[in-house]
């Protein structure tokens, strides 16, 4: 069988949101079964060494992949999600982004003190939006035990923002 190139399957859409960005839209290789199964894939081989009991991920991109990872794992999913946006008692972590701020919350019972976590998000910039994840996690007594990315954008450091924690990505665009 041949390998799938995942890179193939991303769009860059320049200026979106906003001017000077360069948006990664993953929507083709979503659509594309074989490319979708060769990303959960390949990012399951890299975190079943890592003994994970969980994997949160933000909203909406990073629920894509995910909930997948966490199936393939055989790991519980932990939804990250703006404020207001679940139903039970919520614990919060702020975050800069590349073009503004934000907010995430979690379950202030999600996550199992002592749980083994795998941080994930479709895409790495700048690192806001992980780090946000990796404190949440801690906030509430798991281990980030690595961050995996489908995507990370080398040029932005963020991988440098994220340390000590290890990260993983399946296709890194520019160099650190």
């Known amino acids: 069988m041949t390998e799938v190139d995942l890179r193939s399957f991303i769009r860059d859409i320049p200026d979106f949101p906003e001017p000077g960005i360069v948006f990664r839209d993953i929507t083709p290789l979503l659509a594309d079964a074989a490319a979708l199964d060769a990303a959960v894939s390949r990012l399951a081989d ?4 890592l003994g994970v009991d969980m994997v949160i991920a933000a909203e909406a991109r990073g629920f894509l992949l995910g909930a997948a990872l966490a199936r393939e794992l055989g790991a519980g999913f932990v939804l990250a999600r703006k404020p207001g946006k679940l139903p039970h008692t919520t614990t919060s972590a702020e975050y800069a982004l590349e073009y503004g ?18 941080v994930h998000d479709d895409l790495l910039a700048t690192g806001g939006t992980a780090g946000a994840l990796c404190a ?28 000590p924690h290890p990260v993983h990505a399946l296709i890194v665009d520019g160099a650190e």
């Open 46 to 49: 890299i975190a079943r060494p």
């Open 136 to 163: 949440l996690t801690e906030q509430l007594g798991g281990e980030v035990v690595a961050c995996g990315f489908l995507i990370e954008l080398g040029f932005l450091a963020g991988r440098a923002a994220l340390a």
């Open 101 to 118: 701020t934000d907010t995430l919350e979690v379950h202030t019972d999600a996550i199992t003190p002592g749980s083994r976590v795998l």
